[in-house]
T-cell receptor, first 112, second 113 residues
Framework: QQQVKQSPQSLIVQKGGISIINCAYENTAFDYFPWYQQFPGKGPALLIAIRPDVSEKKEGRFTISFNKSAKQFSLHIMDSQPGDSATYFC???????????FGGGTRLMVKP | DVKVTQSSRYLVKRTGEKVFLECVQDMDHENMFWYRQDPGLGLRLIYFSYDVKMKEKGDIPEGYSVSREKKERFSLILESASTNQTSMYLCAVRDRGISDTQYFGPGTRLTVL
């Protein structure tokens, strides 16, 4: 049972475009939603995270949008660059829990 | 940031062999995790340890065991490797600070022939 569903599985965007990756969750106890970025040959690294007390969080070109009623959150990458080409994972965790539940991942390719 | 080291980047083993994957952190964090990563399935939790000698099963513990004898070291054991355990294995350490971040090692690509 996949508690966090991520789409699309792969995404190709032109340089300068906007990359959008979506995630939906089922467990209403989740209250921490991080995004991880993974480059080939490396482990995932925390990119940005949000808690449900805000609907949006922005860090540079990366923005998380959060819709609590729809149980959805998304990552927007503005002005996408070839260096953003990586696999992105959304995840979720409840405050009482220790474990992250990950989405299936999105492989992003930004074409020059 | 926590530095997480995994013992091997690539490993090739034969069916039925016992396999040890080691993970070491350079700090003193209590929570350590073993995941496997497969295309389209994301990261699936195999086992979690919340302190020395303490462990909990994750989503896919079958065919695996773990050992945590020292705080900085968390080992994943495949008692009898099978071909369906061919995968990328990732170790992570949780920093329970403000950002509540998991720091990952570079991964071990295990192939079971």
């Amino acid at each position: 049972q996949q508690q966090v569903k991520q789409s699309p599985q792969s995404l190709i965007v032109q340089k300068g475009g906007i990359s959008i990756i979506n995630c939906a969750y089922e467990n209403t106890a989740f209250d921490y939603f991080p995004w991880y970025q993974q480059f080939p040959g490396k482990g995932p690294a925390l990119l940005i995270a949000i808690r449900p007390d805000v609907s949006e969080k922005k860090e540079g070109r990366f923005t998380i949008s959060f819709n609590k009623s729809a149980k959805q959150f998304s990552l927007h990458i503005m002005d996408s660059q070839p260096g953003d080409s990586a696999t992105y994972f959304c995840a979720a965790k409840s405050n009482a829990g220790n474990m992250l539940t990950f989405g299936g991942g999105t492989r992003l390719m930004v074409k020059p | 940031d926590v530095k997480v080291t995994q013992s091997s980047r690539y490993l090739v083993k034969r069916t039925g062999e016992k396999v040890f994957l080691e993970c070491v952190q350079d700090m003193d964090h209590e929570n350590m995790f073993w995941y496997r990563q497969d295309p389209g399935l994301g990261l699936r939790l195999i086992y979690f340890s919340y302190d020395v000698k303490m462990k909990e099963k994750g989503d896919i513990p079958e065919g695996y065991s773990v050992s945590r004898e020292k705080k900085e070291r968390f080992s994943l054991i495949l008692e009898s490797a099978s071909t369906n355990q061919t995968s990328m294995y990732l170790c992570a350490v949780r920093d329970r600070g403000i950002s509540d971040t998991q720091y990952f090692g570079p991964g071990t690509r295990l192939t079971v022939l």
